[in-house]
């Protein structure tokens, strides 16, 4: 059966470069660094993330809205800590035709300070509030490091939700709600990630605080696949979204963001697929089941009829099913199907149709199964939940393995992954071990946090909580 | 019952300002003019119609990608016609943070130019061929006119085709596929329209020809929704997409492009909606059917469960329907929905429960129709092809009514809408034509061309076939 020419096991990185591209999710040749072309199933592959975000928006009542892509600079401008994050990230527009603007317009790298001028238009009252939208839209960041596909782009598939509260204390519950979207999203996705808060020095540009979702990729490198911001009231302040209280008081909203990208399908492909190919977790694929007539000599009737049969009860049961009836041989079809990640094929040969059986072979483990033709279609639709289970449960050890909580930055060099140390609450501190590991402060962890017995490991004094320390993408 | 402020047959362009707002499909108070904020409702019905579209793309074996917005200028300037047709009209990045960048990069105005070095490369040889692409994306273009929403837009909410082939004829055949599409998609948008060959001079910069779709908007000004492109190798030469042929030769493939905007959204809103709000055809109806319990005081249980109760068996059916139980009167929901647009109101109180009725309420006539409970969710099925058929008709009528063939000046100088005239091929003579109209040639039919029997109406030559004249947007 072919491979990789690079083994995941061997250099993970390699590996995942030559992957993306074997099974046509992206073509890296686009002639402009760190923007490339979504081919046909990498797209489709990315929509299907995508439902599962807007079925979760649906649920907790966001509207979806699109806003414009440019931003003149005087309206980015407006909340200062913003624009230093951001500023030597965007593209500008400097000409429109032959002209030259008057002011300059940058591309969006993120959509604050696009929306928040209308949302002061549009808030008036406490009626109009909670708001909650989000977009999908592209964004745009001058990345100067090296760039890798899904990961790390300079045109970017995102995710970004802005809600408007009262106060701050229901713009937390916004923040709890966001946290079980999360928990729902990546369970489905089967991707174990871990909630950090952001030390101060590394939240996001303008906000009070930040809550990163990462997961480890098999490199033990952590990769950040969204986050979620309390920005209080920074950015109602300089953009003016208030509101009048029931009371007749005007009084500016909190706020609250959430953004997601498209490393979601940098993890997907990292964390599940192996030298065959993708492995695609049955939430997201856009072929749960595939079925191959095994037919080596003409056509055979029966099996084509029966292929057709669990094809169409599939079908009925909103299962993602293809019948490949191509004429070229089982084997090549079992070469492209395992490369596009399909999780469960299903084999049907004269044999099987003598014995009423047919034979499920899972893409996650390989392994052959043979069932009765009777109980076919409920059999296939548990193996779904096994396949996606056992994807999970691979992830969380992997995980839980290389999460190490230790006390000293000698225990810590040893370790592989992600490491918790005893923390002072000091930047100077945070920093230094950074340094001295290699790493980078992930943050702290958002529960368990109790750790009034341990000192910091480089100033000895009382540790206020725990920090985390990984090499990062 | 509340109405726009201006009437539609009054002053039909400020009417169709208002009502776009009224009806909060956009915001126009974002500071870039001719970029507005897609609002939930209006962004909801656009989607419905790339759902349709994506329908039909499926149905034709197209395959969906994404390519980078951004180009570099020596991309687009490999064909000549291109980019003096574009040059003027594209936005240019200049900068990335605090650098200039080498070379400048512009914002798409239309893909050919960052999609076919790529296709370059997919394209090895006939086995490759066709390949049949689209997306749906935001395409950008500086306009000088005075700009109107979904009409004349800066950031261009955008389908575009693109396809490749072996040779002319079959090029030929995927437009003939694609006028077939355009049939089955207005049809379904209750949009009656004309097919128009441009003239030479008024061709997509670097096509062979463009077939232009056109619809007549109630101010008697045509808008083009579409055009389909057939580029024989124009592009392909520069581009270098090539294949080699079963004999081993090598030569260029023939494309075409099919392109459709959000003008679409624009022309539903203008060709059917009224003075209440907006009148939206069943196919792309967010809701389809609005439920309204119609009780004035307090609750009354049997009402309220048989409002589920005829929601439910919808839903099962694929209706998209609501039952709005919210606590403001009934009048308000009336008001509301209306303003929305959707086709069909259900309203159900004490009385129909007495009755075993229920009220079906129009929102094209606005009248009102009682029918037994046993057969709601049949005749509900019924009366939204009807209301389907109601608005084609009407729009097909008044298309038709303000079509003239006529063969001198000074008949057409008496019509509102198009008129064809006999036309003898002759640049100059068109122009001079358009001149004396005040409109703009649109094109020739692509039937129905017979007209030997009549002469140019200024150079008095035998005419070849008819053009076509009308005021546009």
Known sequence: MPETKIKKNEDFNEWYNEIVELAELCDKRYPIKGMNVWRPYGWKLMNHVDRLIRDEMEKTSHHEVYFPLLIPESLFKKEEEHIEGFGSEVYWITHAGENELEERWLLRPTSETAMYPVFSLWIRSHAD?????????????????????FIRVREIHFFEAHTCHEDFKDAEKQ???????????????CLPFIFSKRPDWDKFAGAFYTISIDVLMPSWRTLQLGSIHQYRDNFSKPYGISYETEDGKHTYVHQTTYGMSERILGALVGIHSDNKGLVIPPAVAPTQVIIIPVIFKGKEEKVLELCDMICKKLMDEDVRVVADKRDITPGSKYYDWELKGVPLRVEIGPKDIEK???????????????????????????????????????????????????HSIEEAKDKKGIVELPWCKSEDCALEIENILDGNTIGEPIEDVECKDYSCPLCGKTAETWMRYAKTY
Do not use: W
């Not at 909650?132 to 490091?145: D, L, M, P």
């Not at 923040?175 to 996705?189: G, P, S, T, V």
């Not at 033709?373 to 994807?391: C, D, G, P």
């Open 175 to 189: 923040i709890e709600e966001d946290k079980a979207i999360a928990n729902r999203l990546f369970k489905r996705l």
């Open 356 to 406: 009423k059986q047919i034979v499920l072979v899972r893409r996650d483990t390989g392994k052959k199964k043979a069932v009765s033709q009777e109980s076919a279609v409920k059999t296939i639709k548990e193996e779904l939940v096994t396949i996606s289970k056992n994807l999970c449960d691979n992830a969380k050890k992997f995980l839980d393995e290389n999460m190490h909580r230790v």
């Open 129 to 149: 509030l909670p708001l909650k939208t989000f977009q999908i839209v592209n964004t745009f960041r001058y990345e100067t490091k090296q760039t890798r596909a």
